[in-house]
């Protein structure tokens, strides 16, 4: 037999519909939380460093907990020209975390000549007018000398 729809919905059909509909809205909303706060851990975290072919060892860092054998301190034995400083000069650490350019010239455009690598020691030997780059010696090789971009040493104490 044939039973005619009613016009009318009863009220718990409505209610049903209702209550579906905002669990579906939750579930979306739930999802899309979820998704986000996933992506967002992922974006928070650092990449590794590269390394490259031509890096300082020294200046590498260890990705992986190593832990150090201990060997006895060498003695070191300053040279003449470690020694004694030019007129106005000081020693000094770099502190950019990224190294720095050592460049022919106090200049963006100036020839690379060469880089150091962070916490390495250099003697300052004077700055350019403008106090915007530092004349710096290597200290491992007394003969690089070059420019640097200034604010990125630190000066330090004399061991001695």
């Known amino acids: 037999m044939y039973r005619p729809v009613p016009k009318t919905m009863n009220l718990y059909g409505v209610f049903k519909f209702i209550v579906g509909f905002f669990l579906a809205i939750l579930i979306l909303a739930g999802a899309t939380v979820a998704t986000a706060l996933y992506f967002a851990a992922r974006l928070a975290e650092l990449p590794e460093r590269p390394t490259f072919p031509n890096d300082n060892p020294k200046a590498k860092v260890a990705s992986k907990a190593t832990t150090p054998k201990p060997q006895a301190a060498p003695t070191p034995t300053p040279t003449p020209a470690e020694e004694k400083l030019e007129p106005g000069a000081y ?10 350019i ?3 010239s106090p200049s963006t455009d100036a020839n690379r000549i060469g880089g150091i690598a962070y916490n390495e020691k250099v003697v300052v030997l004077g700055e350019s007018e403008d106090k915007g780059w530092q004349k710096v010696r290597v200290s491992q090789d007394s003969d690089r000398t070059g420019w640097v971009k200034g604010g990125n040493t630190e000066k330090v104490e004399s061991e001695n």
């Open 102 to 104: 050592l460049r022919d």
């Open 91 to 100: 020693r000094a650490i770099v502190t950019q975390p990224i190294g720095l």
